[in-house]
């Protein structure tokens, strides 16, 4: 069974960080993973992703120079850190897995990880 663990989450202000970590048990540590995010009102948002290898990064342009994604491969973790978090962030956050950056960002997803609430206050 595939298995998407994440930690991490919870309330933060305007102008602050978080950090999120997702790590997967069951599946190739070759595979591509990434985070999506969906908020109240809104649908599920593509937020980033990085590829098997970790050489290739992609980002929703709403966080990109904000978020950072990064993997471990050793421990089959990958990491997102979040800086300058605005209202707009808040939402509950998803790991993924795919066979490449490219088809998580096109919303073709192998596996969910079961989410993580993050609040941002002004």
């Known amino acids: 069974q595939v298995q998407l663990d994440e930690s991490g989450g919870g309330s933060v202000q305007a102008g602050g960080s978080m950090y999120l970590s997702c790590k997967a048990s069951?599946?190739?540590?070759?595979?591509?993973m990434g985070w999506f995010r969906r908020s109240p009102g809104k649908e599920r948002e593509f937020v980033a992703a990085?590829?098997?290898?970790?050489?290739?990064?992609l980002y929703a342009d709403s966080v990109k120079g904000r978020f950072t994604i990064s993997r471990d491969n050793a421990k089959n973790t990958i990491f997102l850190q979040m800086n300058n978090l605005e209202f707009m962030d808040s939402a509950v956050y998803y790991c993924?897995?795919?066979?490449?950056?490219?088809?998580?960002?096109?919303?073709?997803?192998?596996?969910w990880g079961q989410g993580k609430q993050v609040a941002v206050s002004s």
């Open positions: 993924a897995t795919g066979e490449l950056a490219t088809s998580l960002r096109a919303n073709r997803v192998l596996d």
């Open positions: 069951g599946t190739s540590s070759t595979y591509a």
């Open positions: 990085i590829s098997g290898s970790g050489d290739l990064k």
